[in-house]
């Protein structure tokens, strides 16, 4: 113990601190797990998204009515199951529409293929308007501003 000039002992106090290393680590490896599962939790129809600064929806939003368009032409639908189904665009745009008839504000989003020619994703986006959405979202990859 350390003295005083007088020859008197100091009392050493308590140091009433938190360690928080051991906090750091299991957020560290909550981190971790979650980094790994995210990507799973995803799912849909491979296709090849064009990159554009763009901002995300809003997280609150509900789950979106997802149509993808595959390079070769193809639809497919997920209504929200996690099942992406291979079908013809009138079956698809008569699923959709009775859908927002029960649930108007669900969005509706478009997952089309670069290699997909304008026209198609234009025509989609029509019919779909016309099925009841009032808005059709396009779903982009995040650009990184390199060229």
Same mark, same amino acid.
């Given at each position: $113990?350390?003295? +005083? #000039?007088? =020859?008197?002992?100091?009392?050493? +106090?308590?140091?009433?601190?938190?360690?928080?290393?051991?906090?750091?680590?299991? $957020?560290?490896? @909550?981190? %971790?797990?979650?980094?790994?599962?995210?990507?799973?939790?995803?799912?849909?129809?491979?296709?090849? /998204?064009?990159?554009?600064?763009?901002?995300? /929806?809003?997280?609150?939003?509900?789950?979106? @009515? %997802? %149509?993808? %368009?595959?390079?070769?032409?193809?639809?497919?639908?997920?209504?929200?199951?996690?099942?992406?189904?291979?079908?013809? @665009?009138?079956?698809? *745009?008569?699923?959709?529409?009775?859908?927002?008839?029960? #649930? !108007?504000?669900?969005? *509706?989003?478009?997952?089309?293929? +670069?290699?997909?020619?304008? =026209? *198609?994703?234009?025509?989609?986006?029509? +019919? @779909?308007?016309?099925? =009841?959405?009032?808005? *059709?979202?396009?779903?982009?990859? !995040?650009?990184? =501003?390199?060229?």
């Amino acid at each position: $113990m350390a003295t +005083q #000039k007088s =020859g008197r002992k100091i009392k050493r +106090q308590l140091v009433a601190e938190i360690n928080v290393v051991p906090y750091i680590d299991v $957020m560290l490896v @909550l981190l %971790i797990v979650f980094m790994i599962t995210a990507p799973l939790l995803m799912q849909g129809v491979k296709v090849d /998204l064009p990159k554009a600064p763009t901002s995300p /929806l809003d997280d609150k939003a509900k789950d979106p @009515l %997802i %149509i993808s %368009i595959k390079a070769d032409g193809s639809y497919y639908v997920d209504l929200g199951n996690g099942k992406n189904l291979k079908e013809p @665009l009138p079956d698809i *745009v008569t699923k959709i529409g009775k859908v927002l008839a029960q #649930k !108007p504000d669900t969005p *509706v989003l478009v997952w089309g293929d +670069q290699k997909v020619e304008y =026209g *198609v994703v234009v025509n989609l986006m029509a +019919q @779909l308007q016309g099925a =009841g959405a009032p808005s *059709v979202g396009l779903v982009t990859e !995040p650009h990184s =501003g390199k060229r």
